[in-house]
């Protein structure tokens, strides 16, 4: 069971939930950018929520299937089309031998999943199948998919009929919420106030590894190098160009910036989602605040996975 690349798209990978615990080898986790939307995509066709799907960036690819099986789309609106018929996000669809996908540019955000029955097989390295592109680890043979490249897909788990999902995901992207950084006293209350009142862009230089950002100059008042140390997944960094810097998958894993905040866990996927020329601001919120989004957010999903 397999499916071919006709056209790979602009930064198209295979991903999955990520690989964890091996950051104190220089390793960061990677995985998808938008590990919500991978997951509701593989619960939509009776996948297990971690298994390995095709992730698409700004522009998506082009694929023939050459057997009949199951497919979902989930993520950021694309345009979509099997054989020319205009398809929806967060459908189970079925998909006969020797039809061809299309999915063109991004409507909305970043990335788009497509996720098919049974999961793509690639070799698991360190307990994971997710493309770390910066190492060329993992994947398929560790870089973005090329046409040509023939992808097989293994056997369905589950024998029931696909489900439907209606609780769609907040995509809206324009506002992330934050706690406090490691070295958020290192910032005095004005360039607080101008963190958290002025927008940013998203600039051009984004990317898996961090999420540059442009607008008002962000300055620590006792200094923009600290002693290195270990940099979490969201982390805010402030560079001595005072440009924030949101660390992201495949993020260093130390670094010797001070961290003004860091994204909440709950808004990671919207991280995910970010493009070139997004506006955004930050809200700061509290560790317990944060916390409760977080408890909210694997109740739908597991409530999800209950349900399959």
Do not use: M, W
């Given at each position: 069971m397999s499916i071919?690349?006709?056209?790979?798209?602009?930064?198209?990978?295979?991903?999955?939930?990520?690989?964890?615990?091996y950051s104190h080898f220089g390793i960061s986790a990677s995985g998808a950018a938008d590990p919500l939307s991978l997951q509701i995509g593989n619960m939509l066709i009776g996948n297990k929520k971690y298994a390995s799907a095709i992730e698409m960036t700004i522009i998506g690819g082009e694929f023939q299937f050459n057997v009949e099986c199951y497919i979902a789309i989930s993520g950021s609106e694309f345009d979509a089309a099997l054989d020319n018929n205009v398809i929806t996000n967060h459908k189970a669809i079925k998909v006969?031998?020797?039809?061809?996908?299309?999915?063109?540019?991004?409507?909305?955000?970043?990335?788009?999943?497509?996720?098919?029955?049974?999961?793509?097989n690639v070799d698991s390295y360190l307990?994971?199948?997710?493309?770390?592109?910066?190492?060329?680890?993992?994947?398929?043979?560790?870089?973005?998919?090329?046409?040509?490249?023939?992808?097989?897909?293994?056997?369905?788990?589950?024998?029931?009929?696909?489900?439907?999902?209606n609780n769609i995901l907040d995509m809206n992207t324009s506002i992330l919420r934050i706690n406090n950084g490691l070295q958020s006293n290192h910032f005095n209350n004005n360039t607080w106030n101008d963190f958290t009142s002025n927008s940013f862009l998203v600039s051009n230089l984004s990317n898996r590894m961090g999420i540059r950002l442009d607008g008002n100059k962000i300055n620590s008042t006792?200094?923009?190098?600290?002693?290195?140390?270990?940099?979490?997944?969201?982390?805010?960094?402030?560079?001595?160009?005072?440009?924030?810097?949101?660390?992201?998958?495949?993020?260093?894993?130390?670094?010797?910036y001070p961290k003004i905040a860091n994204v909440i866990m709950a808004d990671l996927y919207k991280v995910g989602q970010l493009k070139p020329g997004d506006?955004?601001?930050?809200?700061?919120?509290?560790?317990?605040?944060?916390?409760?989004?977080?408890?909210?957010?694997?109740?739908?999903?597991?409530?999800?996975?209950k349900n399959d």
């Open positions: 071919t690349v006709l056209k790979p798209g602009l930064q198209s990978t295979i991903q999955d939930l990520g690989r964890y615990n006969s031998k020797g039809q061809t996908l299309s999915v063109g540019q991004t409507k909305t955000g970043a990335r788009v999943y497509l996720c098919v029955q049974g999961g793509i307990s994971s199948k997710s493309t770390h592109i910066l190492s060329g680890i993992g994947g398929h043979f560790g870089r973005p998919i090329i046409k040509g490249d023939v992808l097989t897909f293994g056997k369905n788990e589950n024998s029931g009929i696909p489900k439907l999902i006792i200094d923009n190098e600290i002693i290195t140390e270990g940099v979490p997944l969201g982390a805010i960094q402030v560079p001595k160009s005072g440009d924030p810097i949101i660390s992201f998958v495949e993020h260093q894993t130390t670094g010797g506006k955004i601001k930050f809200d700061l919120v509290t560790i317990e605040e944060a916390e409760e989004l977080r408890f909210e957010q694997l109740a739908f999903i597991n409530n999800l996975e």
